[in-house]
């Protein structure tokens, strides 16, 4: 099984700073990777899949990169609504398999 | 518009069995895998199966392996979650997603129904 592990478990910035979070994979996931969102009581929102491409209708302050076992979805300028909760997932190989998140809160 | 429409949980006693059901609107299922994924409470998502577009693949976490099974109803347009010796851990908000065949990932959610498991 491919572990994911998110870092750091929170993340306190204000609104307007660059928030980076990163997703490491305990082995090569390619492009495997996507990046959600999840606000409190909702479902996950997809972000980015494939690494780097941005999801139907999802920002452009939101970018994802990486490859292989390093990957980062940056924030470029923080809004209010980004304040929640992202979750990595890879499909590189069965099963698949979440990070067990990062926590963005307002510093 | 594109949903998925989720019900069938509740509160159940230990050992006891459960079907979750995930309903489509605004599109059918056909051509769509269908995943579920859980959240015990305060944690974070945990992948638990995957049924492909026609039933003909199915994937399971080891931990509901043997006990939880999928299954699709293309009739009406509705998927399951059999879940048979249901144990404290299972306590859970559920969700089905859709599998988008061109991004290949999960674009799509129900908005989660809710499973506690206590005697």
């Known amino acids: 099984e491919i572990v994911l592990t998110q870092s750091p478990a929170t993340l306190s910035l204000s609104p307007g700073e660059r928030a980076t979070l990163s997703c490491r994979a305990s082995?090569?996931?390619?492009?495997?990777l996507a990046w959600y969102q999840q606000k409190p009581g909702q479902a996950p929102r997809l972000l980015i899949y494939g690494a780097s491409n941005r999801a139907p209708g999802i920002p452009a302050r939101f970018t994802g990169s990486g490859s292989e076992t390093d990957f980062t979805l940056t924030i470029s300028s923080l809004e209010a609504e980004d304040f929640v909760v992202y979750y990595c997932q890879q499909r590189s190989s069965w099963p698949i398999t979440f990070g067990q998140g990062t926590r963005l809160e307002i510093q | 518009q594109v949903q998925l429409v989720q019900s069938g949980g509740g509160l159940v006693q230990p050992g006891t069995s459960l079907r979750l059901s995930c309903a489509a609107s605004g599109f059918t299922f056909n051509g769509y895998p269908i995943h579920w994924v859980r959240q015990a409470p305060g944690k974070g998502l945990e992948w638990l199966s995957y049924?492909?577009?026609?039933?003909?693949?199915?994937y399971y976490a080891d931990s509901v392996k043997g006990r939880f099974t999928v299954s699709r109803d293309m009739s009406s347009n509705t998927q399951f979650l059999q879940m048979n010796s249901l144990r404290a851990e299972d306590t859970a908000v559920y969700f089905c997603?859709?599998?988008?065949?061109?991004?290949?990932?999960?674009?799509?959610w129900g908005k989660g129904t809710t499973v506690i498991v206590s005697s």
């Open positions: 082995q090569s996931l390619s492009s495997y």
């Open positions: 049924i492909s577009f026609d039933g003909s693949n199915k």
């Open positions: 997603a859709r599998r988008d065949a061109d991004l290949g990932y999960m674009d799509v």
